[in-house]
Every structure is written in C-alpha cells, then in structure tokens.
C-alpha cells in the first residue's frame, strides 16, 4: 500500500522548497509571518497543549527576546548572532525566575498571574527610555551569515522555514523520550506522575523555559524579519491569539503548531479584506468573529484541525517493541528482614480520624493483605505509606529510612511502587508508552539527550522491560491500543504492570481484584506469587476473602481507622470480632 503519510510529507517538502520561485512577494511575506508565529506555538502545544499548563504570557517572551536582539544590534551594533545567544539567555533566565515564583500556584491562578505579568512586561517596553517607548526601536540590521545575507524576503524565508523544521525536529524527539513522557504525565494528576519518581515541578519549570527559548526563537527571527520592534505585536492579545493559534492546530501535535498558526494568519488576512466590506468599524468585527470561532471551536473540535484530518487518515501500526538487553535490576532485601514498620500512626481529616493509631510491620518477601469495612481508612493508610499523604501524629520507617515527611517520589525510588484504588492512568497514551512511566527512575536521558535522540539505546531498552511486563500481567497482545479502551478491571492489571516496571522491592496494590473475572483473579494470584518468591514484598487491600485467604500470608484488620486485630488467615477468619465487624456490613 502507498503510504499516504510519506506521500503528504515529501509533497508538503517539495512545496514548502519551491514556493518562493513561484509565489509572489506578498505570499512568501505571509508564509514568513506563519513560521515565526508557528515557532512560538510549538512552544505552547508543548507547554499548554501536551503539559496542561495554560499561559497567557508567551508573547511577553517573544517580545523580550525581539527587544534584547533589537536593542542589541541596532543601537549597541553588536552582531545579530550574540543578539540571538542574548536573547536565549534574558528569555530562558526570564521563564525559570517567572516560572519559578507562579508554577506553584494552582488552578486558574497560573493562567492568572500569566496574564498579569504579560501585562507588566507590555508596560515596562512601552515606558523604557531605551527601547524606544511605545514608538519602538527601529533600524535592526538583517541576519548575516558570513557572504550570504538574510535581508530579502526569499532568504528569510529558507532561514524561518529550516529553523521551525530544526525546532519541530527536537520537539518530536523530546516528545518520545523519558522526559517527554514526564511531560505527558503531567495531565495525569500530580499524584500518579509524583508516584513514578518524577519531580513534577522541575518537569513543569523546564517545560516553561522550553516554550520561552522556542518563544526567543521566534522573537528574534521577527526582529531581523521586520527589522522593527514596538510594544503591541507582544501584549496580551497577541499570547491570546497564540493560544488560539495552538488549540485551533492542535493542542497534542507538533505539527498543530503550523497548522494552527497558518489557519489563524490566513482567516485574519482574508477577515481584514472582506470585513470592510460590511462594515467600518473592522478591527472591532475582527475580535468579535475570531472570539465567536474560538467558542465554536472549543465546543466542537477541542482536537484541533490536525485530530478532525487524522480522523481520514489510516492509522499507523506500530511494530511491537524490538528485542533489547534486560534491565539491571534492583538487589531484593533478605527475606524476613523488616522492610516497613508503622508506628502510632494518626491521620484526620477535619474532624475525621481516617486512620487512628495504627501499627503494624512487614517482613521482606511476605504477602500482607489489609482488610476491613469500607471506610476503615485502608486507601488513607496507603496514601500515607506511599507519602501521597502526611500523617498528623506517627512514624513510618522503610528501608530503615524515616519517611513521615518524605514526599512521594523520594518513597518511589527508595523501591516502593503502588497502583491507586481510583485508577490513575493516562487513558490517552498506548498500554506500552503507560507502563514505560514505571521505568522512569531506572533510566537517566534529560531534556537534552532526548531532544538530540541519544537516547534510543536506553529508549529500547526500557520499552522491552515494559513489553515484557505487559506480557507477564496478560496485556502483552495490543501494547498500542489506548489505556483508556481497556474495561476497568484491566486498567488496574495495567497499573500492576506500570508498577512492576519500576521492579519495586515493596509492592501496593489498593483493591488489584475489583472488577476482574474469576480466571482473572487466579491469574493474577499466581502472578503475586511468582513474585513473591522473586523477593518481592507485597501488601494489599482486597475485599474478596477467597482471593485473600488463599494468597497472603498474613492478614491486618482495620475498623474505623483502628487495627482490630492481625494475625494468619485462618486465625483471623475464626476472630469474633472480626466476623461481627464483617457482619456489620462489607463489600
Ligand atoms: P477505605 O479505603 O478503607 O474504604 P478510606 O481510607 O478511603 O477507606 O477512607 C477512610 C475515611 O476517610 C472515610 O470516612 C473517608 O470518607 C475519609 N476520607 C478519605 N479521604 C479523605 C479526604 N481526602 N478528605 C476527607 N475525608 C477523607
Ligand atoms: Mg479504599
């Protein structure tokens, strides 16, 4: 079968070279003006579109990045090239100190306080003695490059169009790669992504000063494109329509960020020739016609352009990961030796005691199953454990290692692993790219080595391990398919498979059973068994006696927060007590 895919590329390819023999001055200046905007873009497909965080201040960084070129070479004569390195840099120090102080915030207030420091920075340009006020600087010189200049509309052209080719190259790199995935994650919840070992917060700063250094990309080929600067193409308007620009492309995909910013840039061209028409106050009609189509677009076509057109195309069939060395694996504590110790524990949430004074240990290489009424606090008891909760009073102690206060991703790679009672996947992303998540603290590429590709060998390496875990939960025959197509019972097998990606020495599994068939349940007993005698210590809730009795070896019992009593099956299924706070009514 002819590969459409390849086809468009090369096409696109041979159009985008040959269009300045053909085109007239008009159009290459418009296809100039669509580039620069599309390298400001992508930052933002990366950041808001595939991050999910929502900043309304890209264009200030356009704009700092064009002020510090222009400034630079038209009144200090520096060359436009250290205008580009100083430019990277003002931007990029600018986006980790921003970004630094406001990616803390929650909710809408990082939108929020993106939008005021826009507004501040559109002021600070428009009042600098230096830059010109709001009448700008002009006389910015054309980019250079030893004999050949960049100051016609065709040489700037090849220049823009090759650059947003460059940065959507590492983009789409870094995209696949470890950090990528962490990037990914973010939309997955704090929790589930800190679970894995990633530090959110550093993922989320760097992401910023990603989209920031795409913005100087972007600022600076404007600067020496028009060969002017003044405040108004940077206000808040413009990052506004930039983030039009990337939901109308297609917040998820690099190539939604030229789609987007060619799809914005034409439909304003085309608006500004016919609005005259009908009528004379044009430029009011302009905003009032984009905001109705930014509001219908968000209604029906959330995806973008690049989703509703990938809808026609034939999807692609990815080859099963290629065979590739094992992974090291971590040294398994002795068996009996004490793993996790809780002490006194006591976490209330208001007035509610969740969990009330609890104690109890496990030993290495034993199964553990913590059971008890619904609302017992059995899930508040993992949470603290996992340290995606803090406990009020209490000590818990893994590895030897006090980890009260530890957040979750110090827990996560001292060798704890966990799936969720509310299963936390990113339904979006294939069975395989989820679980490779779990390899995330066994593997080492940054943002760099990732965007430069000098990761595959790592990169195969870690997708055998996860192909390997998705075989041995039973997953192992569609490693493509979307996560979010499984039945619910599978997502959680899927999160067992995530969680076993990270070859943890302690294993928790919040209700693993609930949802699965009968065969299921048995197939996963005997996976926690051969895992068991791998090393492995594993402690669960789980409501199906059977499942339980058969499995563990020894049981905790929780009532209302408490421990009632802990012991072998057997013993705790003839425990009165227990069987009357059963008979008060379980699951
Ligand atoms: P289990 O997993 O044993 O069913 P949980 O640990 O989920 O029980 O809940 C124990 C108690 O704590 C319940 O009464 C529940 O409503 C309450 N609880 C759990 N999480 C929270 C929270 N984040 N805020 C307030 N109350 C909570
Ligand atoms: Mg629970």
Redesign the pocket.
């Known amino acids: 079968m002819v590969n459409i895919r390849l086809v468009a590329s090369l096409a696109a390819a041979l159009a985008l070279i040959l269009m300045p023999f053909f085109a007239g001055t008009f159009t290459v200046t418009l296809m100039n003006y669509i580039g620069v905007y599309a390298v400001a873009v992508l930052g933002l497909v990366i950041l808001t579109g595939i991050g999910g965080v929502t900043s309304f201040g890209q264009a200030s960084f356009v704009g700092i990045s064009a002020y510090a070129s222009a400034w630079l070479t038209a009144t200090q004569g520096f060359s436009p090239w250290l205008g580009l390195l100083v430019a990277c840099v003002i931007t990029g120090g600018s986006a980790f100190v921003i970004g630094g102080v406001t990616l803390r915030l929650k909710g809408h207030f990082l939108p929020l306080s993106t939008i005021a420091w826009g507004i501040a920075i559109f002021y600070l340009f428009g009042n600098l003695e230096a830059l010109g006020r709001f009448g700008g600087l002009s006389g910015v010189p054309p980019i250079a490059l030893g004999p050949v200049s960049f100051a016609s509309n065709g040489a700037m052209y090849y220049l823009i169009w090759i650059t947003l080719g460059l940065c959507m190259l590492l983009c789409s790199n870094l995209l696949r790669a470890r950090e990528g995935r962490a990037i990914r994650s973010l939309r997955g919840g704090k929790q589930m992504s800190e679970s894995l070992g990633i530090n959110t917060f550093r993922i989320r700063l760097v992401t910023f000063v990603v989209a920031a250094l795409l913005a100087a990309i972007s600022g600076w080929l404007y600067a020496h494109m028009s060969r002017f600067v003044s405040p108004a193409p940077f206000d808040v308007r413009a990052s506004i329509e930039y983030l039009f620009m990337a939901i109308a492309g297609g917040q998820g995909y690099i190539v939604g960020a030229v789609v987007g910013a060619a799809a914005i840039t034409l439909a304003k061209n085309y608006l500004q020739d016919i609005l005259p028409a009908f009528t004379q106050h044009s430029e009011q009609m302009e905003v009032v016609v984009f905001s109705v189509l930014f509001i219908v677009l968000l209604h029906h076509a959330r995806g973008g352009i690049v989703s509703l057109v990938r809808r026609w195309l034939p999807r692609r069939k990815p080859a099963p990961p290629a065979a590739a060395s094992d992974m090291e694996r971590r040294e398994m504590p002795k068996a009996g030796t004490p793993l996790l110790e809780v002490e006194g524990l006591t976490k209330r949430?208001?007035g509610?005691v969740?969990v009330n004074k609890m104690g109890f240990s496990i030993r290495a290489g034993e199964i553990l199953a913590l059971i008890?009424p619904?609302?017992?606090?059995?899930?508040?008891?993992f949470n603290l454990i996992a340290g995606a909760l803090h406990a009020d009073e209490g000590k818990i102690t893994l590895f030897g290692e006090d980890i009260s206060k530890a957040p979750s991703r110090r827990i996560a790679a001292l060798g704890l692993a966990r799936t969720f009672?509310h299963v936390k996947l990113r339904p979006n992303m294939s069975l395989i790219d989820n679980v490779v998540l779990g390899t995330y603290q066994r593997t080492k590429a940054g943002f760099v080595s990732g965007a430069l590709a000098l990761d595959r060998n790592e990169e195969r390496i870690a997708y055998h391990e996860a192909y390997r875990q998705l075989k041995r939960v039973g997953l192992g025959d569609n490693p493509h398919e979307l996560a979010g197509n499984l039945s619910l019972g599978a997502q959680r097998i899927l999160e067992v498979a995530r969680a076993l990606a990270a070859d943890p020495a302690l294993l928790i599994l919040d209700e693993p059973a609930a949802g699965l068939r009968r065969m299921e349940k048995q197939a996963l007993a005997e996976l926690l068994r051969a895992l068991r005698a791998e090393g492995v210590t594993i402690l669960l809730?789980e409501h199906d006696m059977e499942f339980v009795m058969n499995l563990v070896d020894r049981i905790v019992v929780?009532v209302f927060?408490s421990k009632l009593t802990e012991g072998a099956p057997a013993a705790v299924r003839a425990d009165s007590q227990v069987q009357e706070a059963y008979l008060g009514g379980v699951a």
């Open positions: 949430f208001g509610l969740a008890g619904n609302g017992a606090g059995k899930s508040t008891m009672q809730v929780m927060g």
